[in-house]
């Protein structure tokens, strides 16, 4: 995937609390279990567990849902943004958990299932428990489907359970790791043909890298495991078809002078590696693959504030580093921080602080682990005087894909441009190429050698041939089935922006214009295009000189940053080529021009008084805006939700006027966009029409129907919420299988309607 021009500040918040647990200090003792499955520094009776999704493109955290579990009370599987359980299973008092649940959602027969895993000890071994349901989409336990328990038993003792996208689990221990292939399916746990040795009884961090990332090139655990002053970061190759685990390589850190000792650590599948010490040093380095593990541009800061404190780092991106701390606040009272730190920079973007409201003490620990892309669950165990709390929390926070620096670095490709100008075919593309994959930079090479008219026409072919081979080698590299889509190629900024300018190039005077339509296309289509890939507003100008609509449908979607103006000057055209049968209605461009994302309204009004002018084109505007609010307001409300909402198809004269267009058969908008944009017209243009007399009629009938729709909708949306839950019960009524018993009574009712006949006999 492209590196997202997005630039959104990173943003922490307060945290929201989810649960509290409460747990006497000498029954903690013997009842503590890691407290997450990454890391076996901290230890807690509550433990945060992770709940992923499999996907045909990998395994995927599931948005939305967090998962503890209690020692001895309950598995909660709780919904974040309502704070509010979504699943609960009981557990015996009896039942010793010995590693963080592991819930798994995924698809089987068309229907989604849900299977929670939870690992108990045994008297010999571990007894593995696994829940599995059927669920729908919300999460939701379905009624028509028996929850299935299973239990297996394990030979060793378990301290975490990871899944991969076939759905085998990887089981670590503090001295091996094992895979358990096929464990639906046997009696058995696992076999020793995949198992592996090594020494993990400390780990600080653990990532199951998909073969696409993998340094080796094949699916593999990555552990960062003690070596007192330095890590150890060893490198576990998984072959699930086989099914067998082998020990690729493994590297010592960097080691530190003096008795300084590893208080945290985090990796992220980038390569990205940092290292909290004892001392408030932050280091930071590579992690590269040159047949083996290897470590290189090491950097490090110290952090004064840091030293000999509670802490834990975690990787959110490549360039952001999440740092979580217990320092001692004002007037001996217990706090906590979280700071957002920008790798590359070595600065904080982003803290906040709350307060614990307890004394400090030298127990306390603080654990995390990431739930979604929009929260990080949090675990603090808080010492009283004879009571340990562990409060279980999400932090909302949101970081950019790009780091500040490769944010700066863009934007002064883009104030160089403007400073001291660049040529048309950019002469500083080599130096970006430099760093891309082999196969692009060969397919760039390939492209240069042909003339530029030459390059343009034939770049459809050559291109859907490289989209083609990348992705049957990223097949090859991930082994996914053929029954199953290919995965679609990686594309760097650079490589976009060099065949952006391939396909697109610039208009000669006199000539028309040529472009590439199928490879513009399949780039807008996955929102690799930006305005700032190429110099000025030459993408919109150079879309719209193709005159092919389609591409121009692509660009007002899927360009993020497009300005208002483009946008206009777009339905302007379309207005303008009325009389042109192949030009498309104006009520087809003005579907995606309502389009989501919307547009900023002071912006879009500016640009609806620049580009439109003629009082016939703001009437129609009008009409069909008017139209829509009609057709979907006079819709029944007992109709399908999912019904689409169309115009229909013809020649169209505007009520007291001689103005007609052509109309089509479009789906109307999102009603808000609709409202909205017919606001901005009457505002916009209410001075202008109300100078020609012509227009009145119309201006005052649009004002009314405006004003009555608006309070109408208004009223809809309040109705919603009861609308739905009405239409909710009818549909389970519906859907409800009849009594067996109310068949039965209505067959004994049916049956006394039946006159008696007696049976007579003749004897002779």
């Known amino acids: 995937m492209a590196i997202s021009v997005s630039s959104a500040a990173p943003l922490v918040q307060t945290p929201i609390q989810l649960a509290v647990h409460n747990h006497l200090k000498e029954d903690t003792r013997q009842s503590d279990i890691c407290s997450t499955r990454i890391c076996t520094k901290s230890r807690s009776p509550v433990a945060l567990g992770n709940v992923v999704r499999l996907r045909s493109s990998g395994v ?211 390569g990205t590696l940092t290292i909290l010490y004892s001392s408030g040093q932050l280091s930071t380095m590579q992690v590269d693959w040159d047949g083996q593990l290897q470590t290189n541009d090491h950097r490090s800061t110290t952090l004064v504030s840091l030293r000999n404190i509670r802490a834990q780092v975690l990787l959110l991106s490549a ?23 920008d790798v590359d920079l070595e600065t904080v973007l982003a803290q906040v602080e709350w307060s614990l409201g307890t004394t400090p003490v030298n127990d306390s620990s603080i654990s995390a682990v990431c739930a979604s892309d929009a929260y990080v669950s949090i675990l603090i165990d808080t010492p009283h005087s004879n009571v340990v709390r562990s409060s279980v929390l999400a932090l909302p926070i949101s970081v950019p894909t790009q780091g500040l620096l490769v944010h700066a670095l863009h934007a002064a490709q883009q104030t160089d441009a403007w400073v001291h100008g660049v040529s048309k075919d950019y002469s500083n593309q080599e130096a970006k190429q430099a760093t891309l994959p082999a196969p692009h930079k060969m397919f760039l090479s390939q492209m240069q050698q042909l003339a530029p008219a030459q390059r343009t026409s034939e770049l459809d072919n050559h291109f859907s041939s490289f989209l083609q081979q990348e992705s049957e080698r990223l ?20 490589f976009v922006q060099q065949v952006l300018m391939y396909a697109l ?20 289509e996955r929102q690799l295009l930006s305005t700032s890939l190429l110099p000025g507003n030459a993408l919109a100008t150079r879309i719209r000189a193709t005159q092919d609509w389609s591409l121009m449908y692509l660009m007002l979607r899927y360009v993020p940053d497009l300005a208002e103006s483009h946008a206009i000057i777009t339905l302007s055209d379309a207005l303008n080529q009325q009389e042109n049968p192949a030009a498309p209605t104006v009520a087809r461009v003005l579907q995606h021009v309502l389009a989501p994302p919307p547009f900023s309204k002071p912006a879009l009004r500016m640009a609806l008084r620049a580009h439109i002018s003629d009082n016939a ?68 243009f209410f001075p202008q029409l109300l100078t020609d007399s012509a227009t009145h009629a119309s201006l005052a009938e649009y004002t009314r129907v405006l004003t009555q729709y608006t309070s109408e909708l208004q009223i809809l949306t309040k109705l919603q919420t009861p609308l739905a839950t009405f239409g909710q019960t009818d549909k389970a009524k519906n859907n409800a299988k009849p009594d067996p018993k109310s068949k039965r009574l209505a067959l004994h009712e049916a049956s006394l309607l039946v006159p008696l006949y007696s049976r007579e006999s003749l004897e002779i």
């Open 505 to 524: 190039p610039a208009i000669e005077k006199g000539q028309q214009p040529i472009y590439a339509p199928h490879t513009l296309r399949y780039m807008l």
């Open 319 to 341: 360039s952001h580093l999440l740092v979580m701390a217990l320092p001692t606040g004002d007037k001996g009272k217990e706090r906590a921080a979280a700071l957002v730190w």
């Open 617 to 684: 084109h703001i009437l129609i505007l009008l009409d069909i805006v008017f139209g829509w609010i009609r057709t979907v307001l006079h819709a029944p409300l007992t109709g399908d939700a999912k019904q689409e909402v169309r115009s229909s198809e013809g020649l169209r004269t505007i009520p007291t006027t001689s103005i007609s267009y052509r109309t089509s058969d479009v789906r109307a908008p999102a009603i808000q966009a609709v409202v909205s944009f017919g606001e901005d017209l009457l505002d916009t």
């Open 60 to 270: 995927r955290r599931r948005q939305g849902l967090v998962v503890h579990v209690e020692q001895g009370s309950t598995v909660v599987l709780m919904d974040v943004n309502t704070q509010t359980p979504v699943h609960t299973y009981t557990l015996a008092p009896s039942d010793h958990v010995c590693a963080p649940p592991l819930v798994v959602e995924s698809r089987q027969d068309g229907s989604l299932v849900r299977t929670t895993y939870l690992a108990l000890n045994a008297t010999r071994g571990t007894s593995l428990c696994a829940w599995t349901e059927h669920v729908d989409t919300s999460g939701r336990v379905t009624a028509n489907h028996q929850t299935e328990k299973r239990r297996f038993e394990y030979p060793g003792n378990i301290q975490a359970l990871f899944v991969l996208r076939s759905g085998n689990l990887l089981a670590l221990e503090s001295d091996a790791v094992m895979l358990l292939n096929n464990l639906l399916s046997k009696q058995d746990a696992g076999s020793e043909l995949g198992k592996v040795h090594g020494t993990f009884h400390l780990r600080y961090d653990t990532h199951v890298l998909e073969a696409a990332k993998s340094p080796s090139g094949h699916d593999a655990m990555l552990l960062l495991s003690d070596a007192k002053t330095n890590l150890e970061i060893n490198l576990v190759e998984i072959h699930d078809e086989a099914p067998f685990l082998r020990t690729v390589s493994s590297v010592a850190s960097p080691s530190l002078s003096g008795e300084q000792e590893v208080t945290s650590a985090a990796f992220h599948p980038d």
């Open 475 to 494: 097949r090859a590299a991930e082994q996914v089935k053929a029954s199953r889509k290919a995965p679609k190629p990686s594309l760097p900024l650079a």
